[in-house]
Structure formats: C-alpha cells, structure tokens
C-alpha cells in the first residue's frame, strides 16, 4: 500500500504554494479599495475552502485515506463537494473581475465566455464529469492506482475539486455566468446527479471496492451518503431561494 | 417515513435490489428537492399575502391524500410495485393506508369547497 513520505516532507508540501497563494490573491483583493466593500466572510469561505481542500493531499488525511475506507469517504466529501462549494460562494470570479487591472480583467472576462468554459459550466457536462469520475474513480482500477501512486492520487484529486467548482458554480454559482442554464434545466441535473450520487454512496455500502473490509467499506458508504446528502440538501436550498429572489411579487410567479 | 426511516420497502421491490436501490435514489432526490421548493413556494405566497391557510391546508390535504390513495391502490395492488411492509398480514396495513388516504382526500376537499370564493387580503395589490 503507497504511502505519502514518513514524517510529513512528501512533495505534498509543494500544494501549499499555489493554495498560500490564492488565499493572499483573495485576501488582497478583499482589502483592496478597488473591490468596493467586500464581505469579509467570503474571505474566510475562501480560504476555509482552499484548507478543506488542502488538507486531503497533506498527511494525517492524505496517508489515512489510503488505509481507511471511511477516512477517504471524508476527503471526497472534503475535497469534492465541501470545498468547492465554500470556493463558490465566496465568488472568487466576481473579486477578480473587480480588482485586477483593466486588460487582465478583460481577459478574465472573455475567457469566461468563451466555448470551452461554456461547456464546462453547462449543468449536465458537470454532471456527467463529476459522477462519471466517481465511477471511474471507486470501479475501476484507477481505485488501486491511486492508492499506490502519489501523482495518479493528485490528478484524481484535481479532478474531483474542479468538476466539483464547475458542478456547483454552474448550478447555484452566483459569479457572473451570461450563459447560466435555466432554473428548471438546472433543478432537473441536480435532481437526477443527486440521486445517481445516492445510488452510487448505496452500491459502495453493499459492495466496496477491491482491498477494502466490509466493516471499512460501510462506514465509509455511510459517511458518502449521508455527508453527500447534507450538501445535496444546501445545493437545493441555495438554489430554490435564487429562485424566490428573483420571482418578485410584481411578477407572476415562475412556474417550477 | 417507510423507505428511509423504518425501511419496510423500496420504492419497486419486485425485482432485484439493484433496481429497489436505484428507484428509491431517484424517489429519495426527488422527494427533497420537492420539499425545499414547496416551502420556498409556500413562502412566496405569504410575501405577496395571497395565503389562504385554509385553503392551502385543503390543497395539502388532498394532495396527500390522493398520493397515498393512489400509491395504496395502484401502486401496491395494480402494478404491485411494492408492498407497505413484508411478512406480516397485509390486510390491516393496506385498510389503515387506504382509508386514511380517503379520510384526508375527503378533509381537504371540504376544504377546497368551503374556500372557493374566498379572496386573499392582499390579491387586488398589483394582481
């Protein structure tokens, strides 16, 4: 069984650079005058998720989930759904359009449009990346390959974090998005990744993966499911109250 | 109440578990979002003050009501799909499901007929 460098100086380490990064990018830009009054929580949702993330590639966790069913059920939850949603919420896109200068801002801003990245955001292609990487990811052998090899573990952790950004910008991402899909299409992807996620968490508790004891294997599951659910559950919430902000009562209602 | 938290059945338990498993994810997502938009709706008739109580009680009433009577009836009995519990007689259970179902459907369609011309306090403001 692979296990990150003894004594915490793995190469893991070298993540810290580009998350130390990012935080002071974000934190910068919070306390730059160009960025009007920003909330200081969403500083903080910025840099709790960049640690939740963070923390499944540094030991203890990282070194643990490879040894423990349940403990990589926790950095799946951490890194794919709780982490990317605290990065979306603090909208990480709408503080750089506003602080950085005028041509990188415009290049921002154009990527933003461009085709690729409309793609990416289109609720079902993120649906479609997250839950077909967890199936990949827990059914297939890349199960044993990331445990043994420590790149094959962060190219999977990588993709599991920004399939995860794409997934919950794209449905409740409140950064600007001049393409955002409509609210039934986006209630009808989460509805149904949702319940494909649950029945996935469901065949794990029944059946684990390669190498992993049943007793494991079903904490895990459980923690999958449930943890799953609980953002599952805010994703509704977040989503349904967008909803109710901008159905005002000199509107008729729009029909869900 | 029955699948999740006495887990007497699946929603479609006449095949293998597979399918119960993947007929309740669908049920089980679909169920809460329900949930969460309907409260949202709820809320959305109170900021406008257009909640009748009465009348949305009614509309709950029967709505319930005429799923769990269909559910009793075509869904247990018709299509078989499921039953209410297994290993047990099953006539007391369906009675209790089925006449409850016709109980709330006969509630809140009272309900509905009692309200039918009333006017909510704040329905003639930007209508």
Redesign the interface.
Known sequence: MHQHQAGGFGAELLFLVPAAAAVAAYWAGTLSSRSGAWPLYRAVLFTAGTGAVLATVLDPLATRSHEEFAVLGITHLLAGMLGPALLVLSRPVSLALRSLDVVPARRLSRALRSRPLRFLTFPVTAAVLNIGGMVLMFRTGLFTAMHESAPVHWLVTFHLFSAGYLYTASLVGRDPMPHRAGFRLRAAALILSAAAHNILAKTLYADPPPGVPAADGQSGALILYYGGGVVEIALIFLLCRQWYMSARPQRSPVCV | MFHQLLQWHHFYDKST??VG??S???F???G??AV??G???F??LR??AVLLPARWTGAVLLGTGAFQLYDGTVQHKLMELHQIRYNVPLLPYDLLWNLSAAAMILAGAVLLYRTRDAEPAGSRA?A
């Open positions: 578990t597979a498993l993947f309740d994810g669908l089980h997502a679909f809460w979002f969460v938009a409260l949202f709706l809320a959305d900021r406008r930007g």
